[in-house]
């Protein structure tokens, strides 16, 4: 029932707790994504988030309505962070609550999967030397989607 | 008679460092009325929207903070975007 | 790489920082079971948790080695709480960390799902009157496995 | 000429409530090979067994902590365990 885009790390079990109390909630699934130290064999020193401020916020909570259309979740949160990040830092939260575990998988898998090809943000890769090169979108992120379009009501 | 219509427009990304600039305000011409008519007139500005446009294909764009194909509109329209795909997550 | 069984409470945000530091992870999913404050109409005081000292370690562990054998994890977790607990309480976390998202997704599921058909663990449900039942195992939860015996090696 | 074999018996959550005990030494005589044996020989031990072991194809058995059919044989094997079908998670 949140979103929120920011430049500063967020606490897993800080957004959790906040998220719990609600003793219908059986459920919780979180993702976390990281930066990884190397991309195609080469050291990443910092990742580079640009956003769109304003459509990012906008498109977050599209996604995240969309995902409470189709499961019924009790709580939901998406946090992504923008700025100057280094490797094993946080990018990205995703949380979903629910009665019963699958609909808590399932709603969080689509909120990264839509998020991932819908939420204006842009990663650019920086290693020991080089101006740093923005990173390519994968062709598996729009394939994952496949599985959501086909079966709109799981 | 062409009536002109203002404007602004986003670059994000490498979108943004080939044109080298984040933003502008513009004012189009009448018979510009889509996003594919818009990039058509971007590119013919300089060379720093040519080459920005080059493979325009794979630039996505968004009107008023929304995904938009390029037969969006531009009719009552205020801001349109453009930038590669999406990297997030 | 860790099963534990314990009384204690666990702390989400404290594990996943005790799983992180690879800087080859890029995806960390975690599941949280919770107590639920009714089941079947019902209001639910207190949910006890019984379990085979030994046999539910080495079957935890087997869960475990047999996700790690199918999706390349960095890390992973799976704790388990046993004894008295309340509606909202914490009953189980699971840990899946990986390069990619899909893995951790996909290995954190199938964790839950032979975790609930194959660790002797056993709940018993108690309200305001009566001496408590037994939960039933569910059918639901027999026919989550059929996914994974149906594609071994996803 | 028939040897007993003595075996370390554990029972959990409504089995374990219905016949009164958590664990038990048994010595059970030769005849009984396997973990289906067993439950026939426990369920002759008393109308406690008899009552637990009543829907005796829902309670599932462990060998030495490992989950085991009902044609497990017992030879060599220290514990078994009878318990309803697992409710973690």
Not at chain 1, 101 to 107: D, G, N, Q
Not at chain 2, 10 to 13: G, N, V
């Given at each position: 029932m949140a979103v929120r885009v920011q430049a500063e790390d967020f606490d897993i079990g800080a957004e959790v707790k906040a998220l719990a109390g609600d003793t219908d909630i059986g459920a919780i699934v979180t993702f976390t994504g990281t930066v990884r130290g190397t991309a195609h064999g080469e050291v990443i020193t910092r990742l580079s988030l640009e956003h769109y401020p304003g459509m990012t916020e906008a498109e977050l909570a599209r996604v995240e309505?969309?995902?409470r259309a189709r499961w019924p979740l009790k709580a939901s949160l998406i946090v992504h962070r923008t700025g100057e990040l280094a490797p094993g830092d946080n990018i990205v939260l995703v949380v979903a609550a629910s009665a019963h575990?699958?609909?808590?998988?399932?709603?969080a898998a689509f909120l990264m999967d839509y998020l991932k090809t819908r939420a204006p943000f842009w990663k650019k890769e920086t290693g020991h030397s080089g101006p740093g090169h923005w990173v390519d979108a994968r062709d598996g992120d729009t394939a994952a989607l496949a599985r959501w379009e086909a079966d709109p009501r799981p | 008679m062409t009536t002109a219509t203002t404007l602004k427009v986003?670059?994000?990304?490498w979108v943004r460092e080939?044109?080298?600039r984040a933003e502008e305000d513009v004012?189009?011409?009448a018979h510009v009325a889509t996003i594919a008519d818009l990039v058509e007139w971007l590119k013919a500005r300089g060379p720093e929207y040519a080459a920005a446009f080059e493979r325009g294909e794979v630039?996505?764009?968004a009107v008023d903070q929304s995904h938009a194909p390029r037969s969006a509109r531009l009719v009552g329209v205020r801001e349109v975007a453009f930038f590669p795909p999406v990297t997030g997550g």
């Open positions: 309505a969309e995902a575990r699958h609909a808590a998988f399932e709603a | 986003r670059y994000f990304a080939k044109i080298g004012s189009v011409p630039i996505r764009a």
